[in-house]
């Protein structure tokens, strides 16, 4: 099992640009989660979904878009992007949300916005 | 506001004992986890607890005191692999994971 995959790994925007970045389970999770993580901050949820088809906002939703159209995989989108989006992104899956559920990470995207 | 603090940076030396301390203040408390998350990489599951008390799994412990709002990581007989970051991180009343900056732990030969 791959567990939790991202793409791409790394991408220079210029401001302005749009992208979207997939992230892809096969653990069959029905909870999944995009984070961005800045120096000196904790890891900032963006957008969740508990299950396909559904999207809720996290505590960081301005600026980016996400959808859930098949279980395994969710797509997160900048439709602008400004430097201050400047970040590495995470995308997490979990079974069914549980308080005591472990998050299962991607390995990252890293993204710089000139 | 829901806030978690760790300290930013720790050292320690090959072979001792190092303890991370998090103190947390949040709307709910569902549970805290510690993760390790090295240097370029994803954030990797260590420790759950729940309950008052200490819970021990090999040279890693976690020990949580929910009256005080406080959690330390125990680390024994340190490898120089274990240098990476260890992030606290709290489930509210929402069932949404509240993260600590992190602790930057440096282990020297």
């Known amino acids: 099992n791959a567990g939790v995959t991202q793409t791409p790994k790394f991408r220079v925007l210029k401001t302005g640009q749009s992208m979207t970045l997939l992230c892809a389970q096969d653990?069959?999770?029905?909870?999944m989660y995009w984070y961005r993580q800045d120096p000196g901050m904790g890891l900032r949820l963006i957008h969740y979904s508990v299950g396909e088809g559904t999207t809720a906002k996290g505590e960081v939703p301005d600026g980016y878009n996400v959808s859930r159209l098949k279980k395994q995989n969710f797509l997160l989108g900048l439709e602008s992007a400004a430097p201050s989006q400047t970040s590495v992104y995470f995308c997490?899956?979990?079974?069914?949300?549980?308080?005591?559920?472990?998050?299962?990470f991607g390995p990252g995207t890293r993204l710089l916005v000139l | 506001g829901q806030n978690i603090d760790q300290p930013t940076e720790m050292t320690a030396t090959e072979g001792a004992i190092v303890q991370i301390n998090c103190t947390y203040q949040t709307s709910g408390f569902n549970g805290l986890f510690w993760y390790q998350q090295h240097a370029g990489e994803a954030p990797t599951f260590l420790s759950y607890n729940v309950l008052d008390g200490l819970e021990e799994k090999g040279r890693f412990s976690s020990f949580l005191s929910r009256s005080k709002g406080y959690s330390y990581l125990l680390l024994k007989e340190l490898q120089m692999k274990d240098s990476a970051s260890y992030l606290c991180?709290?489930?509210?009343?929402?069932?949404?994971?509240?993260w600590g900056a992190g602790t930057k732990l440096i282990i020297k030969p």
């Open positions: 991180a709290v489930t509210d009343s929402n069932y949404q994971l509240i």
């Open positions: 653990m069959n999770h029905e909870y």
């Open positions: 997490a899956s979990s079974p069914s949300g549980g308080a005591s559920e472990t998050q299962y």
